[in-house]
């Protein structure tokens, strides 16, 4: 099964070469929907033929890449890498399918996307370090030339400023793995990149406290957590659909991905220590996000701010140190990345029947879009957690794992739901309700208003139908993610 990873990393890539040859638009579209499906099956299979009671890494396949560093082709997944793979595999189907009418450059478009997908699933992948900074650092182009090319007014500002956060925080990881590289060169005699034989190193607990402050400004800047979070809003506000969807949906997992890959069981020690600043920095991103988001006309800045308190929500529960909490963490990167991606595909139908974000130019659409104002809701829903959906599953385990140690801290988190369910109900009503506050030309325009097609509700209904699963079933999902728990030690 070791080569069905492999081809589902690479098949992206090597489409995108074929893609950039051949030069055809409609070439492009069809091939980036046949290629984003089988590399969904492939993550399927992956799914379904992981076996969640057996211990380490699964479908590992490693070869000497430069043996005189220690650096390998060295990729493995265990539970929270699988379900993501998954979940990146399915945006990205949604992205393309949701992209099939795109006119301006679909070709360049379209392999940049190709690129980025790589890079996503090989980051999720990586069992090597020098790998794993490769595929980081690999998504930082795509996706800087994805908002600067096809984004709205202030593109270039939000792409540079997208650039240098994101570059800036990556500069700490690099010294990050650096710093254990050298240590395990002077005290076990060897150069080794293998993230399995760094895990039973046992750093001194000064390596692990320098350490994981360098890796963790890379991982917090990704995210983000606050206070490195403002380069997101102005992403999201200036990116296109698509680009915002695999921006929430797929790269802000990464950091979080890389806190439960590398910073608990490589740094336990200095996990527990940092304990008081990671609470303190995510209550302050719950509730402060969340009065931002309340505060927003623009509905990309709203959504922004949203998901910078969903992350929160994510990181508290990572170091809980609960297995509860941290499972709910990892189902919550899920379910974020389900119901952000959701509502930014709602925006983006917004601006492309209307050409505004803003709520005043907007209101009382419901009536005229019924079909769309139905997935807007439910998307919604899916965010703020109502049961049933994926979200209620993820926020009642972080807040269930969090109280048993820190009451305080899950009760202060707890309110985060309370807002969340403002912000979005208040989005809700401003643009798809008051019917009475629009004019009566605006009217006659939204008349004429064409509802939700074919290439809007495929993704729709894969998105949403999957987080209505992980919400009234979650029980295998549950078990996979514990797969990583377990690995960590909780």
């Not at 390596?207 to 963790?216: D, E, M, P, S, W």
């Not at 797929?250 to 527990?272: D, N």
């Not at 209307?354 to 005229?368: F, K, P, W």
Request: with cysteine; hydrophobic share 55%; aromatic share 16%.
């Amino acid at each position: 099964m070791e080569w069905v990873l492999t081809l589902a990393i690479f098949l992206p890539l090597v489409s995108a070469g074929v893609i950039a040859l051949v030069r055809n638009e409609i070439f492009a579209k069809y091939t980036s929907i046949a290629v984003s499906a089988i590399v969904f099956a492939l993550s399927l299979v992956l799914f379904f033929n992981f076996d969640f009671s057996k211990e380490g890494f699964q479908f590992v396949k490693k070869i000497d890449w430069i043996p005189t560093l220690g650096i390998s082709y060295h990729i493995g997944l265990d539970g929270m890498a699988v379900s993501l793979i998954v979940m990146t595999a399915l945006l990205f189907l949604a992205v393309f399918i949701w992209s099939l009418r795109i006119e301006d450059r679909p070709v360049l478009y379209i392999t940049l996307f190709l690129i980025l997908e790589t890079a996503c699933i090989g980051v999720f992948s990586a069992l090597d370090f020098f790998l794993f900074y490769i595929f980081w650092e690999g998504m930082l182009i795509p996706m800087y030339f994805i908002i600067g090319f096809w984004g709205h007014d202030r593109k270039i500002y939000a792409a540079n400023k997208f650039f240098i956060y994101t570059f800036f925080g990556s500069l700490f990881l690099l010294l990050g793995f650096a710093s254990v590289i050298v240590y395990g060169y002077f005290v076990y005699g060897k150069i080794t990149f293998n993230y399995l034989e760094h895990l039973s190193m046992g750093y001194p607990l000064w390596l692990q406290l320098v350490a994981f402050l360098l890796f963790g400004i890379g991982f917090a800047v990704k995210i983000p957590m606050f206070p490195v979070h403002t380069w997101l809003p102005d992403a999201h506000v200036e990116a296109p659909t698509a680009g915002s969807v695999i921006l929430a949906g797929v790269l802000l997992k990464m950091g979080t991905f890389g806190f439960v890959r590398y910073s608990l069981p490589l740094f336990p020690e200095a996990s527990k220590y940092y304990i008081p600043l990671i609470f303190t920095l995510s209550v302050i991103a719950i509730i402060y996000a969340a009065m931002m988001a309340i505060a927003q006309t623009h509905i990309k800045r709203l959504i922004a701010y949203s998901s910078i308190s969903h992350m929160g929500i994510v990181t508290l529960g990572t170091f809980a140190l609960d297995k509860d909490a941290l499972n709910g963490a990892i189902y919550m990167m899920i379910a974020h990345g389900l119901s952000s991606a959701a509502l930014f595909f709602a925006a983006g139908f917004i601006y492309d029947r209307i050409h505004s974000y803003n709520m005043d130019d907007l209101g009382g659409l419901a009536r005229y879009i019924p079909n769309f104002a139905v997935f807007f809701m439910i998307s919604g829903l899916a965010g703020i957690g109502l049961p049933g959906l994926a979200s209620f599953i993820a926020e009642f385990l972080v807040l269930l794992g969090t109280f048993k140690a820190h009451p305080v801290w899950a009760l202060i988190a707890g309110t985060g739901m309370i807002l969340g369910a403002a912000y979005f109900l208040y989005m809700y009503k401003r643009v798809m309700l008051e019917e009475d506050t629009i004019s009566e030309d605006r009217k006659k325009k939204w008349a004429t208003l064409k509802d939700v097609e074919a290439h809007h509700v495929i993704p729709f209904l894969l998105i949403l139908g999957t987080a209505f699963l992980m919400g009234l079933y979650p029980a295998p999902f549950v078990r996979i993610v514990e797969h990583t728990s377990r690995l960590v030690g909780l």
